[in-house]
């Protein structure tokens, strides 16, 4: 039977991608090597980790705009400890938009560092929403952010003008939808959700917002020294950039970002139609600010639950249960879940009603 996976990371990649990545497992390059074994200062993976940053670059628009792309070990949670390293002043101060649990993660970080202004938070509603109509301090180091919310299924959809340095975590929906990245001037994402396998992440930050915090960073937290060392500092996780590379690749070749952001549209569409038609099933997040990338949502009466979860277990489903710390259900549609798996939810859905309503 077909699966359909939804878990919202490590999640699914494209078919193509396991292909390749499982041929390069037994011969990378025909070199009668494993990926898993080659030197990391081999001429062929050097060739792969140059490719890798460069592409990253290239979807975003960021090419010859004074950015680097680094790929870098400790997943997005290192990015909240390395950003105020990097960026905030010894006298300074930063800002923060706090959407769910990793933007907390994030702030409980900065504060070790120095004074960390919340400039607007939705904890008053479980995260539900994200704040509006908030005043970022224009004396603060930078404003940071995080785009995309697994936990609660909310997405900025919009970003402001700060008049100073713009940092996002765009862990679960990076290269999933077109903006303009050259307004970030720092963006981290751990690789799991649109990218590649657990255990590397993208880094991607405008050198010229570096140097300037009159600090010692500690080499391996130090972004330059990442940069002069062409991301090989230390040994890179060798599989995690080579399958981020890979699924790069398959995005360039469906057509980048704008090809990728209409399937996400669509597929985001079809369910979001079905829980708001569907009584037996509500959505948490509020309508503006719903997630393209994650869809939550829970049953209208849950005594049915054991009912549902049998239906879409059965049907090749795999991942739907929500968070821990909400409940209910959690769609995730990253880059790689075609439609197709979004429609076989969405039948278990109606079949669902069906059977209860009679």
């Given at each position: 039977?077909?699966?359909?996976?939804?878990?919202?990371?490590?999640?699914?990649?494209?078919?193509?991608?396991?292909?390749?990545?499982?041929?390069?497992?037994?011969?990378?390059?025909?070199?009668?090597?494993?990926?898993?074994?080659?030197?990391?200062?081999?001429?062929?993976?050097?060739?792969?980790?140059?490719?890798?940053?460069?592409?990253?670059?290239?979807?975003?628009?960021?090419?010859?705009?004074?950015?680097?792309?680094?790929?870098?070990?400790?997943?997005?949670?290192?990015?909240?400890?390395?950003?105020?390293?990097?960026?905030?002043?010894?006298?300074?101060?930063?800002?923060?938009?706090?959407?769910?649990?990793?933007?907390?993660?994030?702030?409980?970080?900065?504060?070790?560092?120095?004074?960390?202004?919340?400039?607007?938070?939705?904890?008053?509603?479980?995260?539900?929403y994200?704040?509006?109509?908030?005043?970022?301090?224009?004396?603060?180091?930078?404003?940071?952010?995080?785009?995309?919310?697994?936990?609660?299924?909310?997405?900025?959809?919009?970003?402001?003008?700060?008049?100073?340095?713009?940092?996002?975590?765009?862990?679960?929906?990076?290269?999933?939808?077109?903006?303009?990245?050259?307004?970030?001037?720092?963006?981290?994402?751990?690789?799991?959700?649109?990218?590649?396998?657990?255990?590397?992440?993208?880094?991607?930050?405008?050198?010229?917002?570096?140097?300037?915090?009159?600090?010692?960073?500690?080499?391996?937290?130090?972004?330059?020294?990442?940069?002069?060392?062409?991301?090989?500092?230390?040994?890179?996780?060798?599989f995690?950039?080579?399958?981020?590379?890979?699924?790069?690749?398959?995005?360039k070749?469906?057509?980048?970002?704008?090809?990728?952001?209409?399937?996400n549209?669509?597929?985001?569409?079809?369910?979001?139609?079905?829980?708001?038609?569907?009584?037996?099933?509500?959505?948490?997040?509020?309508?503006?600010?719903?997630?393209v990338?994650?869809?939550?949502?829970?049953?209208?009466?849950?005594?049915?639950?054991?009912?549902?979860?049998?239906?879409?277990?059965?049907?090749?489903?795999?991942?739907?249960?929500?968070?821990?710390?909400?409940?209910?259900?959690?769609?995730?549609?990253?880059n790689?879940?075609?439609?197709?798996?979004?429609?076989?939810?969405?039948?278990?859905?109606?079949e669902?009603?069906?059977?209860?309503?009679?």
């Amino acid at each position: 039977m077909k699966k359909h996976n939804y878990s919202a990371g490590p999640c699914i990649l494209p078919q193509e991608v396991f292909q390749k990545s499982a041929a390069a497992i037994l011969d990378f390059n025909g070199s009668g090597l494993s990926i898993l074994e080659i030197s990391h200062r081999s001429k062929d993976f050097i060739a792969v980790m140059e490719q890798a940053r460069a592409l990253a670059l290239d979807l975003l628009g960021l090419t010859g705009k004074g950015y680097q792309a680094l790929f870098l070990h400790g997943g997005a949670s290192l990015e909240f400890l390395m950003t105020p390293y990097n960026l905030m002043t010894k006298a300074g101060k930063a800002a923060y938009l706090e959407t769910g649990t990793w933007a907390a993660g994030a702030i409980k970080e900065a504060k070790a560092f120095g004074e960390t202004v919340v400039v607007a938070s939705s904890k008053d509603q479980n995260f539900s929403y994200i704040p509006k109509d908030y005043t970022v301090p224009t004396d603060a180091d930078y404003f940071h952010c995080t785009s995309n919310n697994t936990i609660f299924g909310t997405q900025m959809k919009t970003f402001p003008n700060t008049g100073i340095p713009m940092v996002c975590d765009m862990s679960s929906d990076i290269f999933s939808r077109q903006m303009d990245f050259s307004k970030f001037d720092l963006i981290y994402a751990g690789a799991q959700k649109n990218m590649g396998p657990a255990g590397v992440t993208l880094v991607v930050v405008k050198e010229s917002i570096l140097g300037k915090t009159g600090r010692q960073i500690p080499n391996m937290l130090n972004l330059q020294q990442h940069i002069e060392k062409e991301s090989m500092y230390n040994t890179p996780p060798v599989f995690a950039v080579y399958t981020s590379l890979l699924t790069l690749q398959w995005l360039k070749n469906l057509g980048g970002i704008a090809a990728i952001e209409q399937i996400n549209n669509a597929k985001a569409e079809l369910l979001y139609n079905e829980i708001d038609r569907n009584p037996l099933f509500k959505g948490t997040a509020v309508n503006e600010d719903r997630s393209v990338m994650n869809a939550t949502f829970v049953l209208a009466d849950e005594s049915h639950a054991p009912v549902f979860d049998e239906m879409w277990k059965a049907a090749g489903i795999s991942g739907l249960t929500g968070h821990r710390s909400v409940g209910g259900y959690r769609a995730s549609m990253y880059n790689a879940l075609p439609l197709e798996s979004v429609q076989v939810l969405v039948d278990v859905m109606r079949e669902f009603e069906q059977k209860v309503s009679g």
